[in-house]
């Protein structure tokens, strides 16, 4: 019988068990190095947007703009401030994931991902975390700095759902940057989605304005667009005030954010435009 000779006996495989959290860690690593490594596309630019969107904003209205209804004698920056933070999150969420996904097709290096002993949700989790990360980084940033800047009040009425809020959205997006960073072939598709989902769904959600100013069918259809909820729901947490049902707000966005979760664990397990 042949034996191992001294030299081999301490080479053992690295055992990993049911969940392989060393490798989850060191995707999330490169996910969030990778938009870290280039900050001043992908974190600065976006505050910058933000802040120059209060500064239009600003000197446009000053302090005369006053807002009526369910925002009764509310400035309109201090409105306004907390749906562009929402914005902020929301496209750089889906920026992060999308864009990581695609040019790793492109570079055809997503193979560094696939190879490593990594399960389905391990990836899912590492990619949503990354996205998670920048969005939660940038929405920071801009409320400090609209804060600070004096271009807006940003007080912290109900910590609760500016967390619960700022977390399912830059999920759901982040999921849905990995749906369409998977399905795109080039660019252009995943531009498309930004200019022909993402957008349109944000600015009609009342994000510059009281949905209630809408007529009807308008306004019902406004409240069946998730992204009213994440602004909503985010914009209670500073200004104290709801124009929809927070209930069905946490529901509605805790839901698609479950199911985003699982569609990309199974587009992930089915290997589509992944394994060839």
């Known amino acids: ?18 969940f392989n959290g060393l490798g989850l860690w060191t995707l999330y690593q490169r996910e969030v190095g990778r938009f870290l490594k280039v900050w001043m596309q992908t974190v600065f630019a976006p505050i910058v947007t933000t802040l120059l969107f209060m500064t239009v904003f600003k000197l446009a209205f000053g302090d005369r703009g006053q807002l009526t209804g369910s925002f009764e004698g509310l400035r309109y920056n201090d409105f306004l401030a907390p749906g562009l933070i929402m914005m902020a999150i929301l ?7 999308s864009s990581s996904l695609v040019q790793a097709k492109f570079n055809a290096t997503h193979v560094d991902f696939l190879m490593p002993p990594l ?23 801009c409320g400090v700095a609209i804060q600070l800047s004096g271009l807006a009040n940003l007080p912290i009425r109900h910590l609760w759902p500016i ?7 830059s999920v759901i997006l982040g999921a ?11 660019f252009d598709h995943l531009a498309a989605v930004t200019n022909f989902v993402i957008v349109p769904l944000t600015f009609l959600s009342g994000t510059f304005y009281d949905v209630k100013v809408m007529v009807e069918p308008f306004e019902a259809i406004a409240h069946l667009n998730p992204i009213f909820y994440m602004i909503d729901g985010y914009r209670y947490g500073h200004i104290g005030v709801a124009n929809g049902s927070l209930g069905i707000g946490v529901a509605y966005t805790g839901l698609l ?6 569609a990309v664990w199974a ?7 992944l394994k060839t």
């Not at 496209?91 to 994931?97: D, G, I, K, L």
């Not at 399960?119 to 940033?141: D, H, K, N």
């Not at 967390?163 to 959205?169: D, G, K, M, R």
């Open 1 to 18: 019988m042949q034996t191992i000779p001294p030299a081999d006996q301490s080479r053992t495989l690295r055992q990993y068990g049911a």
């Open 91 to 97: 496209q750089n969420a889906f920026a992060n994931t």
């Open 119 to 141: 399960s389905p949700l391990e990836l899912t989790l590492a990619f949503l975390g990354g996205a998670v990360t920048r969005a939660l980084l940038i929405a920071l940033v």
């Open 163 to 169: 967390v619960w809020f700022s977390l399912t959205s």
């Open 176 to 186: 849905l940057g990995i749906l369409g960073g998977i399905w795109a072939d080039k």
């Open 257 to 262: 954010a479950l199911a985003s979760v699982i």
């Open 267 to 273: 587009m992930f397990r089915n290997g589509y435009k």
